[in-house]
């Protein structure tokens, strides 16, 4: 049972604040100046603060906490500004808890820290409304009030008596007060509305608050219409179900399949997409709501519109176009190389002048491994962009380019915009590796796709046939490799300026065996480069005995077998400096795989030597062995 042990009559008017007050911390309850709350109180250091304050002048300060799931609040824990108000009612229940009314007086702001036991005590200041008369502050007040009333309307639970006071209430200020204390808003909302001291712009908060709150209710009233409408008098069951179906259908989160169709909805609005594929995902996705989700088309275009938000349509990296940066990018990645790195940055160059190094469609030619892939990944390092690679070595398929259509079962798109996916970028690095090699049979000629994806003229709208959306491609630097040019057809090499690679000397390959390789192979095979030494005379003989090519990969694989066989030695738990001499390396790699060049070999036994002319009067004289 309850017990009432305290009782005040409302202040009336004006009342005079004292400076220290004891504080109330409210959690999601906010109370306002010249409104009657009730509040339940539950906290033992709270019980003793309300017997203290009824014990004495009954006033207090009420302030909201920040976070609602703090037991127990402290100065940190409050919103800085309150309200001063006055207990009028006490209730007692037998559990220990306390009913309060309490009535706010007038708005106070926290100066200074008092005192924290038993509970918070502070000095306050009051914060005045800042009022102005003039017509927008009129036509706003009875906009509040029309609003108001129409919302007391269309709530039952709303007595009629608040349209009427509202009406009545001459205060601009106090008229805002009402309105936040009657509705159900949140405590942010409220909190920010009495921190808000300029009556017009809180005028202008509540009507923009009033204006959705009517939006609310007013759908509310529509779906009670539209259920009534369809109900019969002797099924409430069915009501209840249909009630219940026409809130979620508004809502979207009707089931899962529901939800799923909103967040694709929310994906398409915020992915920035040109003006036709924002059409084509909008068309598929009106298709996709009118089809159940055991459709087999179902998911066909789910995967379709899945796509369409992947392609980075308008993500683009920003160019570092420093020529300096670019050329220690180039020398820290590869030795000599002169005439390529000149021409490399002559290529940056027009770009830094145009803005854009977009539209050169560069091709390196050389044997293998000469550094052909790794001079696309330099520059892509040099300019701050995305790198991204394909091989065309073998594809005979047009499709594997452009993508099949959507007709086909188990379509994807092709191989360009499966990478510039992964790139999520429109202007990456391009690196199509073994152009040389593609073919044509039956199924298409990918050569002839390759002239659109490379001309700048038209790849500004290619269209891959899975998306069948046009895609912007002339952000992107291609960059192609191949072997020889012979085999590339020659439209395809006009759109591509060539740069040509040879291969490397015996000098060359030792210095990037020194440079590059062998501090490399140290690395992956876990070895401490400072408890092993690989001489320059073991790096020269094994270039001119275990190695005969243009490039340095052979070299690489054999600087890693001698890297094997450290590795076990070290692992047997020898831990004494090694050093790789060139009679070691020799006794490690085995014998020679190929014989040194020398200048002359008519000492080796079965090597002729001769000098032959021929003329057209008489037939040419045999070579003659000695």
Known sequence: ??????????????????????????????????????????????????????????????????NAEVEQAGFDDLYEIGTAGVVHRMIRIPDGTLRILVQGLSRIRIERRISDDPYPTG????????????????????????????????????????QLAAANIDDPGMLTYLVASTLRLKTEEKQQLLETTDVEQRLRATAAILGRELEVFELGSKIQSQVESEMEKTQREYFLRQQMKAIQDELGEGDPERAELEELRTQIGEANLPEEALKAANRELSRLEKLPAAAAEYGVIRTYLDWILSVPWSKTTPDNLDLEQARGVLDADHYDLEKIKERILESLAVGKLKGDVSGQILCFVGPPGVGKTSLGHSIATALGRKFVRISVGGVRDESELRGHRRTYIGAMPGTIMRALRDAESRNPVFMIDEIDKMGADWRGDPASAMLEI???AQNATFRDHYLDLPFDLSKVLFICTANQLETIPGPLVDRMDVIQLTGYTEDEKLEIGKR???????????????????????????????????????????????????????????????????????EWLGPRRFAGDVRKRTSDPGVATAVTSCSSRRPPIPARAD
């Open 1 to 66: 049972m309850s017990d009432l042990t305290a009782e005040a009559e409302p202040f009336a008017g004006d009342v005079e604040v004292p400076s220290s007050l004891p504080i109330l911390p409210l959690k999601d309850t906010v109370v306002f100046p010249q409104s009657m709350t009730p509040l339940a109180i539950g906290q033992e250091r709270s019980v003793r603060l309300i017997d203290d304050v009824v014990a004495g002048d009954r006033m207090l300060a009420l302030v909201t906490v920040r």
């Open 123 to 162: 000095e306050f200041s009051q914060l005045a409304d800042v009022a102005t008369e003039s017509r927008e502050v009129e036509a706003l007040t009875r906009t509040v009030q029309n609003q108001f009333g129409r919302v007391v309307e269309l709530v039952p639970t709303l007595p009629d008596e608040l």
């Open 454 to 456: 490379l001309d700048p």
């Open 516 to 586: 590059y390789l062998v501090p490399k192979q140290l690395e992956a095979h876990g070895l401490d480069p400072a408890k092993i030494e690989v001489d320059d005379a073991a790096l020269r003989m094994i270039v001119r005995e275990y190695t005969r090519e243009a490039g340095v990969r052979s070299l690489e694989r054999r600087i890693a077998d001698l890297c094997r066989k450290a590795a076990r030695r070290f692992a047997e738990g020898n831990n004494r400096k090694l050093r790789v001499d060139e009679k070691r390396a020799r």
